[in-house]
């Protein structure tokens, strides 16, 4: 078995089709390039939709991995271990929060998240038992479990999935007045994606997320930022709230927190809020583990020197000159924020998968999203050299 198709042959025979990925089966990668089963070599223009924000295989990422699989990889929270409160305490210092809880998937998060803003408002709040409400926006994408679902305006993510949790208001996105007239008395948060990037990197209006800060004040409601995919540098800024200068209550946090190479994600925010939490009341026997902590840890070393945001900055406003430029040629709109770019291309031209298909056939991997936007994320090591490499093959696919 040596041939991307006898591999494909195999994931379609054994794996559940729940995915419909590229045809493309790689077997090595590093830094913003990986290589398939045959030694052809491609650009990764989706950095596993901001998991790879540092790359793949990443010198001191793998470095700090592998110095932890030599002493303990897992030992569940029945026990303390060595890792997880100077993970936890460099997390806090780095995002300037309280408390950290530690899980492994973006979903987990989000999940621990809404459980923890449901406890505060039934404990702290007063809210009656069994009545809080959680604000969310329309196009929101926060995972995949059945709860996170149930507020999905997506209907392949709902169809067929229910019946469905209740409890959550969905309001557009970007309209603070909808935002304003869906709190009440009953609502315990509001869930925000700072940039929502399954919907195709959409930018909230300028202010709005100030608004959304100024509402839940108002009214006494958290506010919690999924900033799965838009924080930990891929915008430019540690985290995509800080652009606004806006502070969440909560934030979930995931993908690139695990550098590419072990699951890791955690809510961070407010002491009074996430110490609401009491032994046995929520938990995971993965969550926290030491290998985890370790790979976390050296991310935030990354992170706290502020290169990867000046990168993600720079090379940013790079990447929206030359994507901009395409608007009239096969594109009709561009929105972008950092090093990660949502691109709509023609309607009537080449759809979205179209487009990923061709672009792999010139050595470069993106990925489409609701049929007709290209989802453009470079991990943020790529070189201005490889960058433009990759812009060039948009350019020639689309303008075609």
Not at 125 to 146: L, M, Q, Y
Not at 213 to 242: H, N
Not at 258 to 286: N, Q, Y
Request: net charge negative; hydrophobic share 40%.
């Amino acid at each position: 078995m040596t041939t991307s198709a006898d591999f494909i042959a195999l994931d379609e025979r054994w794996s559940t089709h729940n995915y419909h990925p590229l045809p493309v089966v790689i077997a090595e990668a590093e830094g913003a390039w990986v290589t398939d089963v045959e030694g052809r070599r491609y650009l990764d223009f989706l950095s596993g939709y901001s998991a790879l924000n540092f790359g793949h295989r990443h010198p001191a990422l793998v470095a700090a991995a592998a110095e932890q699989l030599g002493r303990v990889t897992l030992t569940s929270r029945a026990f303390h271990h060595d890792q997880l409160g100077l993970f936890c305490r460099e997390l806090a210092e780095l995002t300037g929060t309280d408390m950290v809880l530690p899980m492994n998937s973006g979903a987990e998060a989000v999940e621990s998240a809404l459980k923890v803003a449901r406890k505060w408002a039934y404990e702290v709040k007063g809210i009656p038992d069994g009545t809080a409400e959680i604000v969310v926006a329309g196009s929101n994408f926060h995972g995949r479990t059945t709860t996170i679902v149930s507020f999905s305006t997506d209907e392949t993510a709902r169809s067929h999935f229910g019946p469905f949790t209740p409890g959550f208001v969905v309001v557009k996105y970007g309209d603070a007045a909808a935002l304003r007239d869906a709190i009440t008395e009953r609502t315990a948060a509001v869930l925000l994606e700072p940039v929502q990037g399954e919907a195709g990197v959409v930018v909230p209006p300028a202010g709005y997320l100030a608004e959304a800060r100024r509402l839940c004040d108002e009214a006494g409601v958290l506010l919690i930022a999924d900033e799965i995919q838009s924080g930990l540098a891929r915008t430019g800024k540690l985290l995509a709230l800080d652009h606004e200068g806006v502070r969440a209550d909560l934030y979930t946090l995931g993908k690139a927190l695990g550098g590419g190479i072990m699951p890791l994600s955690a809510v961070v925010g407010r002491r009074d809020v996430l110490g609401v939490l009491k032994p046995g009341e929520h938990g995971s026997t993965f969550g926290g583990n030491p290998l985890a902590c370790a790979v976390g840890r050296a991310v935030i070393r990354l992170l706290s020197t502020g290169e990867f945001q000046e990168r993600s900055t720079r090379l940013g406003e790079h990447l929206r000159e030359r994507l901009t430029a395409l608007i009239g040629q096969g594109v009709a709109e561009v929105r972008a924020r950092g090093l990660w770019a949502g691109v709509d291309l023609t309607p009537g031209g080449l759809s979205g998968r179209e487009a990923s298909e061709a672009l792999a056939a010139k050595g470069v991997l993106c990925k489409e999203t609701h049929g007709n936007t290209l989802r453009i994320a470079p991990p943020l090591v790529i070189s201005e050299a490889d960058l433009d490499r990759g812009l060039d093959a948009i350019a020639e696919v689309i303008r075609r």
